[in-house]
């Protein structure tokens, strides 16, 4: 079974298209947010070369079935030169966030949370540019103890700070990256080996670490790394920056004044005592923060099957709809003791993913202050 056909059972939930629609708004080309409640900040800006900024980044604050909370931060990057690389990044962070909220309310293995998403957005991405359009991918889960799973796939980069020492953890998915001596190798090097939207080939890398007060973990697209990678002065802005909001806009500026050869985005996340436990929720509660505003939305979920243990980097499960069983001779026709026709219930509308679709409350807050 290819990809194009578990694209179309699959489907797109209703939650997945809002978010969707979000990330692909009118936005200003640059913007910094600090999300205070998160110890977290996110930065982007277009550069000096670029006419689109094709970068996407968010935080987000997701709860499992339990009520306990997660801290995800992810980090899209749409391939220069390819098809509609705005729509890729927007596409794929909306699968992840999507993704992971419900299927959050099924598991209890976030790990496999990750996996399932990140394919599920290889999946619509190929589906639709046949692997002629793609985003590279860089993104990080944290529990309430300080429990981290990250993965990524493309040459975003996760960072952990420990003290002053700055640490890459992902791996450039280029030659230079796979080789680690990009000093010594020529601009065909850079290139991507993989990328979200490549299709049944894709291998993202994915491990867990468990995070100490104090420290942090940073995300950032080629545009904010590369040029201060070359020298100390990457290292220095991250060791020197008194909070995250002040140090992800330090890179962006820094990569902005270096000639902005590409979009530059940063994103960070201070582990501090009390992140991510809030109270529960009487419903799935999602928070997305990107640097131009903030959403929250509630949703009621409807049951799903629980996901199997082993999650491969291609199609979700079928979840196409089936018909309801019903018994010969019987009728949707109600009547009362009188004798009298009874109209029946009305039921709720399906939604693509065979779940019901149920009113949401969905609320942004484009220029909410004090975050």
């Not at 797109?12 to 936005?27: A, G, I, K």
């Not at 339990?66 to 909306?94: P, Q």
């Not at 082993?310 to 979700?316: I, N, S």
């Amino acid at each position: 079974m290819d990809l194009e056909t578990n694209f179309n059972r699959a489907g797109r939930s209703t939650l997945e298209n809002q978010l969707s629609t979000w990330f692909m708004r009118r936005t200003a080309v640059n913007g910094v947010r600090r999300v205070a409640s998160v110890f977290a900040a996110v930065a982007t800006d277009v550069g000096g070369v670029r006419s689109e900024n094709q970068d996407r980044l968010a935080i987000a604050r997701i709860r499992d079935r339990t009520g306990r909370a997660f801290i995800l931060a992810a980090l899209a990057d749409g391939m220069g030169g390819m098809r509609e690389g705005a729509e890729c990044a927007a596409t794929t962070l909306a699968c992840l966030i999507g993704g992971i909220a419900e299927r959050a309310q099924a598991s209890d293995v976030p790990r496999d949370w990750l996996l399932h998403s990140a394919s599920v957005a290889n999946v619509r991405l190929h589906a639709k540019f046949k692997g002629k359009g793609g985003s590279t991918l860089s993104t990080i889960l944290a529990s309430g103890t300080g429990d981290v799973c990250w993965l990524s796939v493309g040459d975003s980069r996760v960072y952990v700070t420990e003290g002053k020492k700055l640490t890459q953890i992902s791996v450039d998915d280029t030659i230079a990256g796979q080789l680690a001596s990009p000093a010594q190798l020529g601009p065909d090097h850079s290139k991507l080996l993989q990328y979200v939207g490549i299709g049944e080939s894709l291998e993202p890398h994915i491990d867990q670490f468990q995070i100490t007060v104090g420290n942090s973990i940073l995300l950032t697209s080629d545009g904010a790394h590369y040029l201060p990678s070359q020298s100390n002065l990457f290292g220095l802005i991250v060791e020197h920056a008194a909070d995250p909001g002040t140090c992800v806009h330090r890179l962006v500026e820094l990569s902005k004044w270096s000639g902005g050869a590409d979009n530059a985005s940063a994103a960070m996340v201070t582990w501090e005592a009390g992140s991510g436990n809030e109270t529960r929720q009487t419903l799935p509660a999602l928070e997305v923060w990107d640097p131009f505003g903030e959403l929250q939305i509630l949703w009621q979920v409807s049951p799903r099957e629980a996901p199997q243990e082993r999650v491969a980097p291609v199609p979700p499960p079928d979840m196409k709809r089936k018909p309801p069983n019903k018994q010969p001779g019987s009728s949707n026709k109600r009547r009362s003791r009188g004798g009298h026709k009874v109209k029946p219930k009305p039921q709720p509308r399906r939604n693509d993913s065979g779940g019901d679709e149920v009113p949401q409350l969905l609320i942004e807050f484009p220029n909410k202050k004090g975050t």
